[in-house]
């Protein structure tokens, strides 16, 4: 099967799952991280905001704030994206053009400022549709993720890129390409994998 049917099915899939499981998810996977190491060796989180379907970040948003981590979230700039800084997970927030919700940057102070190299090291919550337990991943095929980690490896950035999904989309492989970057782990709500380093 070959990425665009892969997307439609995994697609198809997660409609048929409760939306409360989304949330239950979020709840769970936040809480195996928070007791991870990893966790708390990054003073800096860079998370998504779900869409429908996506498994609900905002209660790891809400752990790294609680404990006086820099949580920055991404906004969809032409070809890139680009991470604003969160001092709340309420707001404010605009749509993006693909209904994403994004921040809204700000005009001086820490809320919604971009993220800049001195915010380094980060751990980076990358979407998906699907994963595999090594690393692998299906983006929604916009290339967006793989762009932006591209260009933190180019600037020589210490940062640990983990996949966040849904228990339902591990998969046993995935196609890949060149251009497709590994993630260093995956998290769901049952299990956080880690690559040896």
């Not at 209660?59 to 969809?76: D, N």
């Not at 983990?162 to 492989?173: K, L, S």
Request: proline residues 7%; neutral net charge; glycine residues 10%.
């Amino acid at each position: 099967m070959n990425k665009q049917e892969l997307r439609v099915q995994i697609k198809k899939e997660l409609k048929f799952l409760p939306p409360v499981l989304f949330h239950d998810e979020g709840l769970k996977a936040a809480r195996i991280l928070q007791d991870h190491p990893l966790f708390n060796e990054y003073p800096a989180i860079l998370v998504f905001l779900p869409l429908n379907n996506e498994i609900d970040t905002l209660p790891l948003a809400e752990c790294a704030l609680a404990q006086g981590k820099k949580v920055f979230v991404p906004k969809v700039e032409g070809t890139q994206i680009q991470f604003y800084r969160i001092l709340s997970t309420d707001g404010p927030r605009q749509r993006g053009p693909f209904g994403i919700r994004e921040p809204l940057p700000g005009n001086g102070g820490e809320a919604g400022r971009r993220l800049r190299a001195a915010d380094f090291p980060a751990l980076i919550l990358v979407p998906g549709l699907a994963f595999t337990g090594q690393g692998k991943r299906l983006g929604r095929g916009g290339g967006y993720y793989d762009r932006f980690l591209a260009s933190l490896d180019a600037e020589g950035l210490k940062f640990t890129a983990i996949g966040f999904c849904m228990a339902e989309q591990i998969v046993d492989d995935l196609p890949t390409d060149t251009w497709d970057r590994k993630m260093d782990g995956v998290l769901t709500g049952d299990l956080l994998t880690m690559k040896i380093i």
